[in-house]
């Protein structure tokens, strides 16, 4: 079975840390550029990062730059974020997703898993 598992997630506090994973199972990651976008509660879906299939290119929304960072392990078949001075606002369910493109627009994903919550509060 062809899909991608989230894990991860859970409740830090403001300022803290969190990295998050992507496994792939029933195909090989290494030949899909990866990424990750978010959704809070009533709000639009959110880009978050992308990286290539090399993992020498990354992508980052404006919002999570220079806090976030985004690996891969393609001997692994996972990918990682790493989110590091986490802010309330950084609370949403986080999904693995393949990158169609690098715009990190909303509809840059396809072929997402069934995500990781991720809530900042004190």
């Not at 195909?27 to 959110?46: D, M």
């Not at 404006?62 to 609370?91: C, H, W």
């Amino acid at each position: 079975q062809v899909q991608l598992v989230e894990s991860g997630g859970g409740l830090v506090q403001p300022g803290g840390s969190l990295r998050i994973s992507c496994a792939a199972s029933g195909f090989t990651l290494n030949y899909y550029a990866i990424g990750w976008f978010r959704q809070a509660p009533g709000k639009e879906r959110e880009g978050v990062s992308c990286i290539s299939t090399s993992g020498g290119h990354t992508y980052y929304a404006d919002s999570v730059k220079g806090r976030f960072t985004i690996s891969r392990d393609n001997a692994k078949n996972t990918v990682y974020l790493q989110m590091n001075s986490l802010k309330p606002e950084d609370t949403a369910v986080y999904y693995c997703a393949h990158c169609i493109n690098y715009g990190l627009g909303r509809y840059d994903y396809d072929y997402w898993g069934q995500g990781t919550q991720v809530t900042v509060s004190s």
